[in-house]
């Protein structure tokens, strides 16, 4: 790996502020000054240090994110912000992306990471991974709905849902709690539109056992604990 890069994605400055920390003498490869950026580490091997700080190297990152209303789930679009805008340049860097998207209004959970493996164990729909959201609606459901999200909707082109779980979180039941274990596109707002009710709003409040961390505002993102990372593992590993 690039020394200037893995100085970088370990929070120590964009990566021309990096090579301006080179420059000064202050890098060192097992107590050696390196000051040129393109030169090639094995941070597994090596010993980098910063000054007098040692650079604790992990290969992937593991985020969780409070994705705002607005912001679109990909890496980089040249009109749209993107999730990855709100991120720390350590890791866009690290070439860190969204797992899974969320509609551009849709808020809530969003997972990013740059572990390409693991986003694909999570995001496969036979791991029947659950996704809880929270939704607002034009109208009332009740029991037909409920049955009907059971037995699995026929979406607008005409692919058959998993059965997912519906419930009120109201007395008039227009917020609604939908868990699925899939990710098709749209897929609540067209489950939804396929029992003639539209989302007004929705936000995504778990995703494979994780809750939303409430204490994260808008476009906050800390990285996963790991409690939480066991939580994913232990789900992952089930068949
Ligand atoms: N279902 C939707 O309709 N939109 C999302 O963003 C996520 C799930």
């Known amino acids: 790996m690039r020394l200037d890069k893995l100085v970088s994605n370990c929070g120590f400055g964009s990566r021309k502020e990096v090579k301006y920390l080179m420059k000064q003498g202050l890098v ?3 107590g050696q000054i390196v000051t040129k950026p ?3 580490v094995d941070p597994t091997v090596c010993k980098v240090c910063v000054g007098e700080h040692v650079i604790e190297y ?3 990152s593991y985020l969780i994110m409070n994705k705002p209303a607005g912001v679109i789930s990909a890496t980089y679009d040249e009109v749209e912000q993107t999730v990855c805008d709100l991120l720390e340049d350590r890791y866009v860097m690290g070439d860190v992306f969204p797992v899974g ?5 849709t808020t809530g959970l969003l997972i990013l990471s740059n572990d390409g493996g693991f986003a694909h164990r999570v995001l496969s729909p036979k791991k029947k991974i659950d996704k809880v959201y929270h939704a607002a609606l034009n109208k009332p459901f009740g029991e037909k709905e409920i049955k009907a999200f059971e037995a699995g909707v026929v979406l607008d082109d005409d ?3 998993m059965p997912a779980g519906l419930l009120s979180l109201d ?3 227009l917020l609604a709690q939908v868990t699925i274990k899939e990710g098709k596109y749209h897929q609540v707002k067209r ?3 396929a029992v003639g009710i539209n989302v007004l709003a929705l936000k995504r409040v778990s995703f494979a056992g994780i809750a939303l961390d409430e204490v994260l505002a808008p476009g906050e993102y800390r990285r996963l604990t790991d409690a939480e990372l066991d939580k994913v593992s232990n789900l992952l590993s089930k068949d």
Do not use: S
């Not at 998207?101 to 209004?105: A, I, N, P, S, V």
């Open 28 to 30: 060192t490869v097992d």
């Open 191 to 193: 489950m939804f539109a």
């Open 38 to 40: 393109e030169t090639h």
């Open 171 to 173: 007395e008039d039941g």
């Open 58 to 60: 992990e290969k992937y």
């Open 159 to 161: 692919y058959k849902t």
């Open 101 to 105: 998207r969320l509609d551009k209004d």
